[in-house]
């Protein structure tokens, strides 16, 4: 069974940056997809990024595209998510996931973090 841990959230101003790391255990591939989804406050859980394959093959969410970049470290089986310029409007609980089988579902969650951007 695959569990999930991310860290790495905290306020930062508007402009700033932060790096989130999500450590998987248990039974993980490097062919499987990992992602980040976010929720707001009062809104759905929105995909972020994701990452899958023996590439690295990355997609983003148009509202991060160029200021955000999910990276992998199968060695450490850990997943990052690289944030850029970050504007009010990022602030979320920041959630990792991951498709634990292969199945294009994502399975598994992890507990989030929560990242405050302000103005």
């Known amino acids: 069974q695959v569990q999930l841990v991310e860290s790495g959230g905290g306020l930062v101003q508007a402009g700033g940056s932060l790096r989130l790391s999500c450590a998987a255990s248990g039974r993980t591939s490097s062919r499987y997809a990992m992602g980040w989804f976010r929720q707001a406050p009062g809104k759905e859980r929105e995909f972020v990024a994701r990452i899958r394959g023996s590439r690295g093959d990355t997609y983003y969410a148009d509202s991060v595209k160029g200021r955000f970049t999910i990276s992998r470290d199968n060695a450490k089986n850990t997943v990052y998510l690289q944030m850029n310029s970050l504007k009010p409007e990022d602030t979320a609980v920041y959630y990792c996931?991951?498709?634990?089988?292969?199945?294009?579902?994502?399975?598994?969650w992890g507990q989030g973090t929560q990242v405050t951007v302000s103005s």
């Open positions: 996931a991951a498709d634990s089988n292969g199945s294009g579902v994502y399975d598994t």
